[in-house]
């Protein structure tokens, strides 16, 4: 399992540059059949990838889920700050929106994405979702063995550290709002913070819909963050994926004095700490990128360019 | 199956009155081993039905499936129109919104909900979904012997009936409007109508958040209706479930002289002539609903509420 730079675990190139065409491989059958199949040797390697920095263990690729598009922000980040390293993104777009989903289904489709990256010989995951990591975090981490980074308590830590007045608002979708990772995550680092917390279901369909600076989404965004704006909160922790590309409104309704903290900045962060920690960082080669999603690549690669731009051009269709 | 009126094809029962608590019952098996498992008798007994107006047969319920929510605006129609007859509502909440996926997925997803109501001994199926009735009705009527029903059919009659001018507006999800269903059907009934069609990807998560008569629902109907209205169109066909809910939204942005064509009402009236003609209509007795969903139904009662009113107070999950 990927030995190299250039082969991916399965047998899918990892491409240097983006291909020019959509690839719509065929179904490599049903995730769990996959990742069942390979049980035991993929705990093997995954305890030996984590314990052991050996070149071998180093040039593995990151893993980096979420349940559709929004993630690529989180890779935007990761690629920028750790451009020597391969990463194998899925998005789970067939059975998105997470963020309004319960907790079992969230845990359920959470632990399949695991397993189908685990399958490609990750040395690392990062769960790019935010209501995965809100929900499914522990979940995640008692069935792996390589390292699992979350959004949520980066996230926290950034928000604690920008904050001076200790004020803080966190915006998301209504599962990860609900779910109260980040409130829990922020008070453990910090337990006499004032935190303020809102659920903001319009801002992902807006961003998508490529609505992130017309009037609509002024008075959208205004409407949302009208009670944490009164609350007096010196930080905005934006809680979700696709938030980011509505930073330039939130520092419009919010003004000069309000810190904006992208826990997708954050994120690419603590996996650099925790590849430097545990002697797994790549030494040379590297670059590559693939894509995986659930449901016909194309919305995925449309939607996706404008969340990182000319990059996605190609993700492979696994079969759910 | 399905012998009375008051217990359902697999032992649910069909209430008269909604229970005052949410049930969550336990996963009664994937369901396309439920729908194999009985396929033989399924399509003998959906024959029957089909060509028997026997007093069986019309003591049957009528099959209701939509990808989450929304058809809950055509089954109002339905009982409104059609008080004496049991119906089997099933919402794919865990897997919606269909109106962004591919067709393929879109009609694997149909055939599913159409199996596992055949498998309740309908005598009678709703493709209540104007994205699955848009892209998978043809495949689901290849597959089924029991009438079946979609709204886009329906709807486009009511349409091209309403205008004087044959301008025609069309309204609906990203899925609907470029399968071109809407487009194809008024075409076919008046071959030069002038028609213009706009996907409107953001009203949908504006009813589910509640936000029909707002200035934010006001402002991003605008938007969406503009060059619609500037068409000089006389009739606006509401091509989505949620739709309905915005109604006044609609009226209010067109102006009065602009007919609003809601393809619910329309579908339900298709369903009565239909039931009609086939001597299908129950003669007494009747009346009961029961609710199926893929996900936790809490979210499902909720956000249910707003569309038809308390009576959504149950709803059975199923597993998939």
Chains 1, 2 share one sequence.
Request: charge should be positive; aromatic fraction near 6%.
């Amino acid at each position: 399992m990927a030995k190299g730079g250039k082969q991916g675990a399965s047998g899918v190139p990892l491409r240097k540059r983006p291909v020019s065409a959509v690839t719509i491989a065929a179904a490599n059958g049903r995730m769990n059949a996959t990742a069942k199949g390979s049980r035991t040797s993929r705990l093997q390697s995954s305890l030996t990838a984590q314990f052991e920095a050996s070149a071998d263990n180093r040039t593995r690729p990151i893993g980096v889920f979420d349940s559709g598009i929004g993630g690529l922000t989180v890779l935007k980040e990761l690629t920028a700050l750790l451009p020597g390293e391969d990463f194998i993104y899925l998005g789970d777009t067939a059975r998105l929106p997470y963020g309004t989903k319960s907790n079992e289904v969230i845990v359920r489709y959470s632990r399949e994405n695991t397993e189908f990256l685990l399958a490609k010989g990750i040395k690392l995951l990062v769960v790019a979702c935010n209501t995965s990591s809100a929900v499914a975090l522990d979940e995640i981490a008692r069935h792996t063995t390589v390292p699992v980074i979350g959004v949520i308590d980066p996230g926290a830590q950034a928000a604690v550290k920008a904050s001076r007045t200790g004020k803080i608002g966190v915006i998301g979708t209504e599962a990860t709002i609900a779910s109260g990772a980040y409130t829990r995550a922020i008070q453990n680092l910090k337990p006499r913070a004032e935190i303020y917390t809102r659920a903001c279901p319009l801002l992902v369909p807006l961003v998508e819909e490529g609505w992130t600076d017309n009037e609509i989404a002024e008075r959208t965004v205004t409407h949302y963050l009208e009670s944490l704006k009164a609350s007096g909160i010196d930080t905005l922790l934006l809680g979700c994926t696709h938030y980011p590309l509505l930073r330039a409104m939130f520092e419009r309704v919010l003004g000069p004095r309000v810190k904006i903290v992208d826990s997708a900045i954050a994120t690419a962060a603590a996996v650099r700490e925790k590849l430097a920690a545990l002697k797994l960082a790549r030494r040379n080669g590297g670059g590559a990128q693939s894509f995986f999603v659930t449901e016909t690549p194309d919305r995925f690669v449309r939607v996706g360019r404008r969340f990182i731009g000319p990059r996605v051009e190609s993700a492979v269709r696994i079969e759910r």
